[in-house]
């Protein structure tokens, strides 16, 4: 079984902290992404990335960043919280295929993030 | 460009009633569809995925790339599938999701 998880299921910071959320995976997955989770939004796509020390910006990189230093792990850093952040941040691993493309994602229970 | 649509935030059926969750996507290449599921206080799953075909818990969703949609169906439905489903597009390099229908069965 699949096990994706995130450090903290609730935090809260204030405006201008910087934020570390991190992510371990322990399937070896070669790919990881982080998503944030907004009701009437869905899932939106931050960064992602393929291998270690490689990472690719998703659909709404600004204001975050991301580390990948080793295969299992993949933090997502906000380097000064605004309020506009606040949310559910999301985090998933996924095989890469043989015949290339990611496969299924399989996802972490998530890290409510409140910025005061 | 929205890659995947959910036109219904809500809905809401009672038990024992058909339900169909739309899904439609817009994607050039061949598509790969999946729904995922998220139950009150777990994380976002796996429901189906298109290629295998397959029903789980009683849902089945068919690809029709004539109308790009990939609706999920279940004949009667039950109290315990009030959840939030998201349709999801593999296009190889990532996924996108739509932006989810909350689903209230009613007892």
């Known amino acids: 079984d699949v096990k994706v998880t995130q450090s903290s299921r609730y935090l809260v910071k204030r405006t201008g902290e910087k934020v570390f959320l991190e992510c371990v995976q322990d399937?070896?997955?070669?790919?990881m992404f982080w998503y944030r989770q907004d009701p009437g939004l869905g899932l939106r796509l931050i960064y992602f990335s393929y291998d270690v020390k490689m990472k690719e910006k998703g659909d709404i990189p600004e204001g975050y960043s991301v580390s990948r230093e080793k295969k299992e792990r993949f933090s997502l850093i906000l380097e000064s919280a605004s309020t506009n952040q606040t949310s559910m941040y999301l985090c998933?691993?996924?095989?890469?295929?043989?015949?290339?493309?990611?496969?299924?994602?399989?996802f972490g229970p998530g890290t409510r993030l409140t910025v005061l | 460009a929205q890659r995947v649509t959910q036109p219904e935030k809500l809905l809401s059926v009672f038990k024992g009633a058909p339900v169909e969750l739309k899904c439609n996507y817009s994607?050039?290449?061949?598509?790969?569809l999946f729904w995922y599921v998220q139950y009150s206080r777990q994380r976002l799953q796996l429901l189906l995925r298109?290629?295998s075909r397959e029903s789980i818990k009683g849902f089945t969703a068919d690809l029709n790339k004539g109308e790009t949609s990939f609706h999920l169906k279940k004949p009667f439905a039950q109290e315990e599938d009030s959840a939030m489903y998201y349709c999801?597009?593999?296009?190889?390099?990532?996924?996108?999701f739509g932006t989810g229908t909350s689903l209230t069965v009613i007892p």
């Open positions: 298109h290629i």
């Open positions: 399937m070896d997955h070669e790919n």
């Open positions: 998933a691993s996924s095989l890469w295929r043989l015949a290339g493309g990611t496969d299924t994602q399989y």
């Open positions: 994607y050039s290449g061949s598509p790969e």
């Open positions: 999801a597009l593999n296009t190889g390099n990532q996924f996108y």
